[in-house]
């Protein structure tokens, strides 16, 4: 049995339902993110979990226990903010002991433990500052501190990373994970940005519109998407509506605007799908080689990789190449885009959302 | 840089011109008056002493006038905050329809003239008024409790005109605050009582104490409602220098009593913001 697991989870405001029949689990130990567009529903489903919100159907079912009627303070679960929400008026030392402070543990293993919290997160120096006089990142490691130290089932990581700068949040990630590691706490994080799901996660929940759209590991969520939103969602991807025309255990054709492909094989039946193609995927070879031809529309150096926009007759496609060294296609130059058959992801076509 | 700052300045021109004309004007000719001399049968004369600060000073009369009047200042101030704090509090957890009538019914006083307002004091506390009819037709009582013309109802009928300006204080200082604290707070066991007294409360002091600057500055100057609940029974500093003026016209010792009203308020005020700065500065922005 799963450590944690959300039972067809369920909350509407008024008509309107922001978290619609959501059943996931996770593993003790395990870091899983809850991963969707602004809107879709991760922080009221985070508020459910934590006990701020009352679920309207389902349940919620936390190490064989039903969290259903246990009070937010009766829960015991370790809680980080998207705003930090560090007690401005207490050090670091109290901020971080207030909760064991609330559970009447004493002085002296009070001070013990809050210490031994500031050196997971390296902040044993800065124990006797105010929030206030402490950067983005230091007030996140508090706030974290501040959750661990009453040693959680569970930790509760509403965006975590969303309020640092890019440089900042690269470092907080990596820092994230150890701490997380280290304390080995089972960690349910929310967050809109992929880059970071994919990075600290054990495994990725899907999310669109309040509803589970895959739950995988990062690599699987990446590799093997299993509808369109979640290919366009996590990195960048080419569409196209295509047509299955067989499907067969050596592979699939497919036809899409004027072009036969050949594809992997598929469990759909034939008819209109939709077929993916990651931009690294593609090699550029000469013009009259691949399978396709276009004309280079934007040429984006971006240091590490190339980013290029090319024009085909089936439509736009993004490539990305390595820079190994030496200047990629020139902006107008004809090219052929080559994949292989396998790096095509044939999808169930999008249906059209009410 | 430079061109800047003297747009700066060309910019508060205006305001800095009627500051000057109608504040800082009538208050230097106050300052120099306070210095002249004052005599019953010549009027003031256009000598410069510290015959009417030696007066003031070394009068008991005068120190009983100032006592009692930050006394209640302070009396007024205090119960202030203890009124205002939760009714900010509860201002800021309503719901925003409930909360916008609310904060009408809050603020709509200021709209009303203090005058008025005391008068309708007035009439409630009388020996012959509503309060004391009541209370000697129920038969609670015998004689009527004197209200009138006595510091008590002053502080009452002050505590009504200040209580607003408390609430909004303490209201701003609130909405600063991150309502994710509570929740985090909740989140680590806290009880809501505990949540109350440890987290709200503190981040809401910052309000508390400027709006306590705020009550007594105002009540320590304040003219109409001790005017007319405490007429020449029960004096303060600010009918004092009314009754130098007006009645004895002594002006040079009104100007000094009003000068030395100005300096303690003053005072008061610098250094219990020096004492909020000392205390909160690193902790508040
Ligand atoms: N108290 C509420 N009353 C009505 N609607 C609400 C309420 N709380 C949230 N919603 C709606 O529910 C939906 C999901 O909100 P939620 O805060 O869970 O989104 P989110 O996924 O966390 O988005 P973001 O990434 O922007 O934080 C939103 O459309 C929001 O407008
Ligand atoms: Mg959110």
Redesign the pocket.
């Known amino acids: 049995m799963a450590f944690l697991e959300l039972h067809g989870l369920t909350k509407r405001?008024g008509d309107?339902a922001?978290v619609d029949d959501l059943t996931f689990t996770v593993e003790r130990g395990s870091f899983v993110s809850l991963l969707?567009p602004?809107?879709?529903?991760?922080?009221?489903?985070l508020q459910m979990v934590a006990g701020f919100e009352t679920p309207t159907e389902g349940k919620i079912i936390l190490d064989g226990k039903d969290l259903s009627g246990i009070p937010a303070r009766e829960r015991g679960l370790g809680i980080v903010f998207q705003t930090y929400a560090l007690f401005t008026h207490m050090t670091v030392e109290e901020n971080v002991g207030f909760g064991l402070e609330m559970r009447k543990v004493s002085r002296a293993e009070r001070k013990r433990r809050v210490a031994d919290a500031l050196d997971l997160v390296h902040l044993s120096h800065l124990g006797n500052r105010y929030p206030r006089q402490m950067s983005g990142g230091q007030r996140q490691r508090v706030a974290l501190a501040r959750a661990l130290v009453i040693e959680p089932q569970l930790l509760l990581l509403d965006?975590p990373l969303s309020n640092l700068d890019a440089k900042l949040r690269e470092e907080m990630q990596l820092e994230l994970r150890r701490i997380q590691r280290e304390a080995n706490v089972t960690t349910l994080m929310?967050t809109?940005d992929q880059s970071e799901a994919l990075a600290l996660s054990d495994s990725i929940v899907v999310i669109d519109h309040g509803r589970l759209r895959q739950d995988a590991t990062p690599f699987d969520v990446y590799e093997t998407p299993q509808s369109s939103f979640v290919s366009r969602f996590l990195g960048k991807s080419n569409n196209f509506s295509a047509r299955l025309e067989s499907a067969g255990p050596d592979g699939s054709k497919l036809v899409c605007g004027s072009l036969d492909l050949q594809g992997p094989r598929v469990d759909l039946a034939p008819g209109p799908v939709e077929i993916a193609l990651r931009p690294e995927r593609i090699t550029l070879v000469g013009a009259d080689a691949g399978q396709l031809r276009g004309t280079v529309a934007e040429r984006v150096f971006m240091g590490n990789q190339w980013l290029l926009r090319i024009e085909t007759e089936i439509g736009d496609m993004l490539v990305m190449r390595y820079n190994t060294g030496r200047a990629e296609a020139e902006q107008g130059a004809t090219v052929g885009l080559s994949w292989k058959p396998e790096d095509i992801r044939i999808l169930p076509a999008e249906e059209t959302s009410a | 840089m430079t061109s800047q700052t003297s747009r700066a300045w060309l910019l508060s021109a205006p305001a800095l011109v009627l500051f000057a004309v109608l504040l800082l004007t009538p208050l230097a000719m106050t300052f120099v008056l306070s210095f002249n001399s004052f005599d019953f049968y010549g009027g003031i004369g256009n000598d410069l002493s510290l015959a009417n600060y030696a007066e003031v000073l070394g009068d008991s009369y005068f120190y009983e006038i100032f006592w009692r009047t930050f006394l209640i200042a302070l009396i007024t101030t205090v119960i202030c905050a203890a009124i205002g704090v939760p009714q900010a509090y509860i201002l800021y957890r309503m719901s925003p329809f409930w909360r916008s009538i609310t904060v009408l019914i809050v603020i709509g006083p200021l709209l009303i003239s203090v005058v008025v307002r005391t008068l309708g004091w007035a009439i409630l506390l009388g020996n012959k008024g509503v309060i004391n009819t009541a209370l000697t037709n129920i038969g609670l009582i015998e004689r009527p409790i004197r209200m009138m013309y006595t510091s008590g109802g002053i502080v009452l009928a002050l505590v009504h005109v200040m209580v607003p300006f408390m609430v909004l204080a303490v209201w701003a200082a609130l909405q600063r605050q991150d309502p994710a604290t509570e929740a985090a707070a909740e989140s680590l066991g806290a009880r809501p009582r505990t949540i109350f007294f440890r987290i709200v409360l503190p981040q809401a002091i910052p309000g508390v104490l400027s709006g306590s600057l705020i009550v007594f500055s105002l009540s320590a100057s304040a003219f109409a409602t001790p005017a007319i609940l405490g007429g020449r029974r029960v004096k303060v500093v600010s009918t004092t220098v009314y009754d130098e003026f007006l009645n004895t016209l002594n002006w040079p010792l009104g100007a000094a009593i009003a000068m030395l009203l100005l300096v303690a308020v003053l005072a008061v005020m610098l250094s219990w913001n020096r004492l909020v700065e000392r205390r909160y500065g690193e902790v508040f922005e």
Do not use: D, L
């Open positions: 405001f309107f922001a969707g602004s809107g879709c529903g991760k922080t009221t489903t965006e929310v809109h």
